[in-house]
C-alpha cells in the first residue's frame, strides 16, 4: 500500500522561507512523478510543482505563482522536497504530496489524475 507522508510546514512570516518533505513507502519506482499541490478553504486545489524523476535527468515545472521562489528536487528515490523563499500570504494553505507513474494520464497540473496522496501539512505565512 502506497503512502506518502509530509513534513516541515509551519508558521513564519513573510519573506520567510520553509522546506517541505515528503517520503514514499510502499512504492519506489524508478520513473515517476512527484507532485505539490496546495489548497485553501473554499477553493479549489491547485498545483504548485512537480518533477518526473527516472528518465536520465529531472524535469520541473512550476505554477506561476512561485516560479523563481520555490524549487522542488528528489533528495532520494523516494523523498521530495520543496524548498519554498520569499514566502507570501497568499502562499498560506494546505501542502500536498502526490506521487504517480507512468503512463501519465493527464497534465501535471490537473490533481484529479494523480492516485496517490499524502494527508497534507500546513503552511501559514503572516504579513
Known amino acids: 500500500q502506497v503512502q506518502l507522508v509530509e513534513s516541515g510546514g509551519g508558521s513564519v512570516q513573510a519573506g520567510g522561507s520553509l522546506r517541505l518533505s515528503c517520503v514514499a513507502s510502499g512504492w519506489s519506482y524508478n520513473r515517476k512523478r512527484m507532485g505539490w499541490f496546495r489548497q485553501v478553504p473554499g477553493k479549489e486545489r491547485e498545483a504548485v510543482a512537480v518533477?518526473?524523476?527516472?528518465?536520465?535527468?529531472?524535469?520541473t515545472y512550476y505554477a506561476d505563482s512561485v516560479k523563481g521562489r520555490f524549487t522542488i528536487s528528489q533528495d532520494t528515490k523516494i523523498r521530495v522536497s520543496l524548498q519554498m523563499n520569499s514566502l507570501k500570504p497568499e502562499d498560506s494553505g494546505t501542502y500536498y504530496c502526490a506521487a504517480d507513474d507512468p503512463p501519465y494520464k493527464s497534465a501535471w497540473f490537473r490533481d484529479s489524475e494523480w492516485p496517490y496522496w499524502g494527508q497534507g501539512t500546513q503552511v501559514t505565512v503572516s504579513s
Open positions: 518533477i518526473y524523476t527516472g528518465s536520465g535527468s529531472d524535469t
